[in-house]
């Protein structure tokens, strides 16, 4: 485990021309698991758990530099970095296959596919074809903020819309891809979540706690658990933003 690990770090470092590395992992809490969403936050109840992972977690804190998490996610933490490096013009790159990380702005190096992309600005989507002739969106920047806002995340176990409209990728592409400004984007937001929540004055979470709210306040949860922090405590208030783009009476 530690030839394979230091061999992965010293490639990374060459690809990426960066002499030192930071190794970021999830601490004890997250302020995720308590979002009143319609699933629970990544639910891996029955999935497998790597066996010696802690020794291994163990292992790399005694080979590298290590930050852990503090009631958020490792991939909040990289956002820090990454929004960082894009702020102070420092060469920060963050090394991850985690898809969370292209709605940051700064460079992000996948090393699956051999990619280093600037993930700044409104960003760009556009559709792959899967070996079984679906398609699967991809792209960067706050245009994937919104497709994850929008069609949820499998992985991570949420979908803002599970028993309403179904947001394929190929549709959220159609409603998207002309669009150029976060206003035309937010007021798309809005009208799904205002169509499909409208009529609502509470609803029952995951762990059945039953919610006082509306359309604005279900969207509030599902904006936090999309968004990546780009500093601490960074978090996007809707109700602003609706105000902002005349979506809400003041």
């Known amino acids: 485990a530690k030839a394979i690990m230091i061999g992965k770090v010293n490639k990374f470092k060459k690809q990426v021309n960066c002499d030192n590395v930071l190794i970021v992992m999830g601490g004890p809490s997250n302020f995720r698991n308590n979002l009143p969403l319609f699933d629970k936050y990544k639910n891996r109840e029955g999935s497998f758990r790597p066996s010696c992972l802690k020794e291994v977690r163990d292992l790399l804190e005694e ?42 702005p700064g460079l992000l ?46 992985v991570d176990t949420y979908k803002p819309f599970p028993k309403g409209s179904t947001f394929t990728d190929l549709k959220f592409y159609n409603m998207f891809k002309d669009f150029t400004t976060d206003e035309e984007c937010w007021c798309k937001v809005a009208e799904l979540y205002k169509n499909e ?49 005349k979506l809400l009476e003041s």
């Open 63 to 104: 080979i590298y530099p290590v930050e852990y998490s503090v009631d958020c996610e490792a991939d909040d933490l990289i956002s820090t970095y990454q929004y960082l490096g894009f702020k102070s013009k420092q060469k920060i790159v963050v090394v991850a296959v985690d898809k969370d990380a292209k709605q940051t």
């Open 197 to 245: 929540y409208g009529h609502l004055t509470e609803w029952t979470a995951w762990d059945n706690t039953v919610i006082k709210g509306t359309w604005v306040d279900i969207l509030q949860c599902y904006v936090d658990v999309v968004h990546m922090r780009r500093w601490a405590n960074d978090r996007i208030d809707v109700k602003a933003v609706l105000t902002k783009y």
């Open 109 to 154: 190096y996948n090393p699956m596919i051999d990619t280093l992309q600037d993930c700044s600005g409104f960003g760009k989507i556009f559709l792959k074809e899967k070996a079984n002739g679906t398609k699967k969106l991809d792209g960067h920047g706050r245009l994937f903020f919104y497709y994850q806002l929008i069609c949820g995340d499998p």
